[in-house]
Nanobody
Framework: QVQLVESGGGLVQAGGSLRLSCAASGSIVSSDSMGWYRQVPGKQRELVATITSGRSTNYEDSVKGRFTIARDNAKNTVYLQMNNLKPEDTGVYHC??????????WGQGTQVTVSS
């Protein structure tokens, strides 16, 4: 079993920055991919950024150049540095761990609110 605990959300003005962290515990496999997804009311959860065990990254188009995903394998932790935040970045950010490309684990989420 895998547990994911997010932290670092909050309220920030447009143009500000936040850093999200997600600590994974339990039966972690070195090949696991990790990522961040955003959910807003009435919409499906959408991908924000992912990072593989080899540190290859993928970003949703609207966050490219503003967000950076990174991981510390020794600490089983993934980070999301969010700069130049916009009101449309508002939502609940969920940490994801994907195993073998098919098994998903999710954290409870952390709220990010960007005021204009």
């Amino acid at each position: 079993q895998v547990q994911l605990v997010e932290s670092g959300g909050g309220l920030v003005q447009a143009g500000g920055s936040l850093r999200l962290s997600c600590a994974a515990s339990g039966s972690i496999v070195s090949s696991d991919s990790m990522g961040w997804y955003r959910q807003v009311p009435g919409k499906q959860r959408e991908l924000v950024a992912t990072i593989t065990s080899g540190r290859s990254t993928n970003y949703e188009d609207s966050v490219k150049g503003r967000f950076t995903i990174a991981r510390d394998n020794a600490k089983n932790t993934v980070y999301l540095q969010m700069n130049n935040l916009k009101p449309e970045d508002t939502g609940v950010y969920h940490c994801n761990l994907r195993r073998w490309g098919i098994q998903d684990y999710w954290g409870q989420g952390t709220q990010v609110t960007v005021s204009s």
